[in-house]
């Protein structure tokens, strides 16, 4: 089991790039998420999936869109990049027996 | 607002002393709450948890955490710290039926001396 997995690690994009971060997972959670890390802030929730076709904004949407057109991948989108997306993002599913998420190891963008 | 609390931003302990580190959450009832541990370039690991029941939980890599209602406190200790162990660790909490919409903490990161 690969768990859950993001790709690339790492990406710099100039301001007003388009981008997908993506995140694909092989536990056949329902529920994924996806979180932006910053220095002092801990990991604030973007978008949330709750199954495929199913989405929802969290703390800090804007900027980004997400899809769910099947229960193995949660992309996230970034339309026009700007400095203030320069972050370490990470995808996450949840095992909804346990509570449990599971985190995949993080993608690390910066937007010049 | 809903919020988690953690005081300490950096914690710097000699190899084998007691650790403990803070987490405070602000919530009308008891959510269920989570430590979690980064290691440096890594994603995040579980430590443990805490729903309901004995309010002193076991974890992972020797450590536990006790909540105290009263305190709104979900404190995370190790009786005696390893090298191994710093990392960052961030408190959590989710409201009963929110699921996967974790709210962390900022983290505190340990520094271990040898």
């Known amino acids: 089991n690969a768990g859950v997995t993001q790709t690339p690690k790492f990406q710099v994009l100039k301001t007003g790039q388009s981008m997908t971060l993506q995140c694909a997972q092989d536990?056949?959670?329902?529920?994924m998420s996806w979180y932006r890390q910053d220095p002092g802030m801990g990991l604030r929730l973007i978008h949330y999936?709750?199954?495929?076709?199913?989405?929802d904004q969290g703390e800090v949407p804007n900027g980004y869109n997400v899809s769910r057109s099947t229960t193995e991948d949660f992309p996230l989108r970034l339309l026009s990049a700007a400095p203030s997306q320069t972050s370490v993002y990470f995808c996450a599913t949840l095992d909804r027996s346990s509570y449990e998420q599971y985190f995949g190891p993080g993608t690390r963008l910066t937007v010049t | 607002a809903q919020s988690v609390t953690q005081p300490d931003i950096h914690i710097t302990v000699s190899e084998g002393a007691s650790l403990e580190l803070r987490c405070n959450y602000s919530?009308?009832?008891?959510?269920?709450l989570f430590w979690y541990v980064q290691s440096p370039g890594q994603g995040l690991q579980l430590l443990l948890k805490?729903?309901?029941?004995?309010?002193l939980v076991q974890g992972i890599k020797g450590f536990e955490a006790e909540f105290k209602r009263s305190q709104s406190s979900f404190n995370l200790r190790k009786p005696s710290v390893h090298w191994s162990d710093a990392a960052e660790y961030f408190c959590?909490?989710?409201?009963?039926?929110?699921?996967?919409?974790?709210?962390f903490g900022a983290g505190t990161r340990l520094a271990v001396h040898p």
């Open positions: 959590a909490v989710v409201l009963s039926g929110g699921y996967n919409k974790l709210i």
């Open positions: 536990m056949n959670h329902e529920y």
């Open positions: 919530y009308g009832a008891t959510p269920y």
């Open positions: 999936s709750v199954g495929a076709g199913i989405t």
């Open positions: 805490y729903f309901s029941g004995d309010t």
